[in-house]
């Protein structure tokens, strides 16, 4: 059993920062990839950034340059610096995780409860 816990999000004005964790813990063996979707009302589901055990990420296109992902492999923890946000950014942010096991080895992807990021003014 894995667990995913996400926290840090909040209301903030637009231009502003936050920062999200994402904690997993349970049966792990190895966190291939950590990342984070949001969701919006009325939109689809967007994935907004994803890093794998090298350090190497993805953003998506609107947040490049704005949003970073990071991780500590010692802590099974990531974080997403988010940084001039705007209200466009206001969305439920879902973080995600494929993880292998400790037991039996196998590769299953975990999501961790939603936070609400608001911006706005």
């Known amino acids: 059993q894995v667990h995913l816990v996400g926290a840090g999000g909040g209301l903030v004005q637009p231009g502003g920062s936050l920062r999200l964790s994402c904690a997993a813990s349970?049966?792990?063996?190895?966190?291939?990839?950590m990342g984070w979707y949001r969701h919006a009302p009325g939109k689809e589901r967007e994935l907004v950034a994803t890093?794998?055990?090298?350090?190497?990420?993805n953003y998506a296109d609107s947040v490049k340059g704005r949003f970073t992902i990071s991780r500590d492999n010692a802590k099974n923890m990531a974080y997403l610096q988010m940084n001039s946000l705007k209200p466009d950014d206001t969305a439920v942010y879902y973080c995600n995780s494929v993880v292998t096991t400790r037991v039996g080895g196998l590769m299953y992807l975990y999501w961790g409860q939603g936070t609400q990021v608001t911006v706005s003014s």
């Open positions: 349970g049966s792990i063996f190895d966190i291939n990839v």
């Open positions: 890093i794998i055990s090298s350090g190497s990420s």
